[in-house]
């Protein structure tokens, strides 16, 4: 039993005890606090008991406000998988997947049918049928660039282009026959002119050779172009698909014209076909100028680009008049 302590006794031990001190003062008598309750154990209970602020070690192992809600963030970083850029191999085989296709075929036939006619109407305006017609993004209203219609597009010039190569070859055939036997009796011109009709043969070899033609002209050109500009001469201004669907439109205006040519005359031929190339190579040149001359290095490397798109469209029709639509006599 021990009497109560004084109030000059309290001030006193009050005045002792700073509020720095981390330990709490205990009422116990010297001999306790010498043995059991000196060095104060320093704890969570023991911290918040006393109402001071916590030892110093604990204040350096507790994070501090700005630091605490990172280490959170540090730590899903360090537990996702750095992404690996993807090289030379994995740009292949992304080309090799079908799924890398899906987008360029969605498309319905009215914007099949309104980016034909944009083609005959708007094939002399700088940029207007690649921003305004396809679109660089896809979106509601524009689609972007596609391969459906190229694809539909080269494959109907093919067969109108074999049909028609082999009308011409048979009107053109047919009027030699009944020219140079004019000159003889009726009867016998009628059987001479009919055993000439008879003796002509279809060419299926107009068919393979307006396949591999076209199609190196629709798919294998703008791809060796686009490698061109963008593997070797660092020039990112047009994709792929981008390419092949300007090349794959511009054979529209061969369409009508493969028909006319069906007239057995020569000047027919080079006139319409000279007519659709001229709408052709505008179309290419017109959209595909102004981002090639507006990269880095487009004011140096962009005219050769141009002239050699003009030139190809030169031979392209050479060939189609010399292979398909020429006959001597």
């Not at 391969?147 to 011409?168: C, E, K």
């Not at 009628?190 to 043969?201: H, I, K």
């Not at 299926?204 to 396949?211: D, E, K, P, S, V």
């Not at 369409?255 to 031929?269: E, T």
């Amino acid at each position: 039993f021990q009497p109560a302590p004084t109030q000059q006794q309290q001030q006193q031990q009050q005045q002792s005890f700073q509020p720095n001190d981390p330990f709490q003062p205990q009422q116990t008598s010297p001999m306790n606090m010498n043995s059991s309750a000196f060095p104060p154990q320093s704890g969570p209970m023991n911290n918040m008991t006393m109402g001071g602020p916590p030892p110093l070690q604990q204040q350096q192992q507790q994070p501090s406000g700005l630091m605490s809600p990172q280490q959170p963030y540090q730590q899903q970083q360090m537990q996702q998988p750095p992404q690996q850029p993807r090289g030379c191999w994995g740009n292949t085989m992304m080309c090799l997947s079908l799924d890398s296709y899906r987008m360029y075929f969605d498309i319905d036939a009215d914007d099949i049918v309104a980016r034909i006619r944009a083609v005959f109407f708007h094939f002399y305006k700088p940029d207007y049928f690649r921003n305004n017609v396809l679109g660089a993004v896809k979106t509601n209203e524009l689609k972007g660039p596609d391969l459906y219609g190229p694809f539909w597009i080269t494959m109907t010039l093919i067969f109108i282009i074999g049909v028609t190569a082999n009308f011409h070859a048979y009107v053109h055939h047919t009027a030699v026959a009944h020219k140079s036997s004019g000159s003889g009796s009726n009867s016998t011109s009628m059987d001479a002119a009919t055993a000439e009709e008879e003796a002509f043969d279809y060419d299926i070899n107009h068919l393979l050779h307006a396949a591999s033609i076209c199609c190196g002209f629709a798919f294998v050109l703008p791809t060796i172009l686009w490698m061109t500009t963008y593997c070797c001469m660092s020039m990112n201004a047009l994709t792929l698909a981008e390419w092949i669907c300007l090349y794959g439109y511009s054979l529209v205006p061969f369409l009508p014209v493969a028909v006319i040519c069906i007239i057995p005359f020569g000047i027919v031929s080079w006139v319409f076909l000279a007519v659709a190339t001229a709408v052709s190579c505008l179309l290419v040149v017109r959209n595909i100028a102004h981002p090639l001359l507006a990269t880095d290095a487009g004011q140096a490397k962009a005219p050769p680009i141009i002239l050699f798109i003009l030139g190809t469209h030169v031979v392209f029709f050479l060939f189609l008049k010399f292979s398909f639509y020429h006959h001597s006599g």
